[in-house]
């Protein structure tokens, strides 16, 4: 075992070099979490005497390439999805341009790892969905000034901004499962843009900026720049995903792919347009907004609709 011992400790030094490094660019905090896996994994394959030699190193190199592969993913979160696009702008990556971006057919997300963004008794203010013409994309979280806002996954901070008839401060943060997650109304950040947090790490103070009417998070799912309803992923009662893997499917407008996306236990609702049908009138029927029905159906708001024309008007849940 005295090569293997040799081995392990090559490793961790290398491991220690590595954190030096990224310790500079303010990555201390990831690279010191594998560094604890792997301490971890090392110690239960030394202490199994019955381990070989050789499997004892097959053993080691999967633990190094496993450790490698999670800090790259948490360094380029998603970037088999997002490509290169890593706007610190807006909330949408693709709101201002999508030329090039090729949106998949379907995408698998992981969401086992979440952990509530607020950790005193949970109650929801505000449900996702329409209110007062206006589509909210999120949901409300009660929680009081000052309280700590922790981030759902782990992930990287791409943006880290203020939207006074907005968000407030706010944070947007990419997963390497491909969501975007977002924290509303802040009244302080603890992290910077291009901060590498682990799920559960403290990320922010609750507070009441922007277009708030009093001290709550608003909190936002988001795939590929779509607003998801966080309920349909979260069981936010008992703080756990409705399930851990769940499948994206695109949703097709004029035959061409979108950025619309309806997980697998979900399916479209669609409205046959019938004489003295208008937008506003399908949008209160549907419990939706004019804005929402445009984006679905790639329309304009002056869109003039046919008869017999179909709409999709939303997604429902199975």
């Known amino acids: ?173 990419r997963h390497p499962n491909g969501l975007e997650t977002i924290y509303g109304h802040l009244s302080d950040w603890m992290v910077e843009v291009n901060d590498v947090v682990h799920a559960g790490d403290p990320i922010a103070l609750g507070g009441n900026t922007g277009r708030s009417t009093g001290s709550h998070l608003h909190f936002e799912t988001r795939f590929l720049g779509q607003a998801l309803d966080p309920a349909e992923i979260i069981d936010f009662e008992n703080g756990v995903p409705h399930q851990d893997l769940f499948v994206f499917h695109n949703i097709k407008i004029n035959g061409r792919s979108s950025n619309i996306y309806t997980s697998s236990k979900n399916h479209v609702v669609y409205h046959r347009v019938k004489s003295g049908d208008t937008l506003g009138v399908i949008a209160r029927r549907y419990g939706t907004t004019v804005d929402e029905l445009c984006r679905l159906n790639g329309l304009k708001s002056t869109s003039t609709l046919r008869i017999g024309q179909s709409l999709r008007c939303g997604i429902r849940r199975s």
């Open 1 to 173: 075992m005295t090569k293997v011992k040799t081995h392990v400790r090559l490793l961790t030094a290398y491991c220690l070099v590595i954190f030096s490094v990224f310790k500079v660019e303010g990555q201390e905090k990831e690279v010191q979490f594998h560094v604890n896996a792997l301490d971890e994994h090392v110690s239960v394959i030394m202490a199994d005497r019955g381990v070989t030699r050789s499997v004892a190193l097959e053993k080691i190199a999967e633990i190094e390439n496993l450790l490698l592969r999670e800090s790259e993913e948490l360094l380029f979160p998603a970037d088999e999805l997002y490509g290169s696009n890593w706007d610190t702008r807006w909330v949408d990556p693709f709101q201002v341009d999508t030329t090039g971006v090729s949106f998949p057919d379907s995408c698998r997300i992981d969401c086992s790892s979440f952990i509530l963004p607020i950790k005193n008794t949970l109650k929801i203010t505000s449900a996702y969905g329409p209110r007062r013409r206006r589509m909210h994309r999120g949901i409300d979280l009660k929680l009081q000034i000052g309280d700590t806002v922790y981030a759902a996954f782990s992930g990287k901070v791409r943006i880290r901004n203020t939207e006074r008839r907005g968000y407030g401060k706010y944070i947007v943060i």
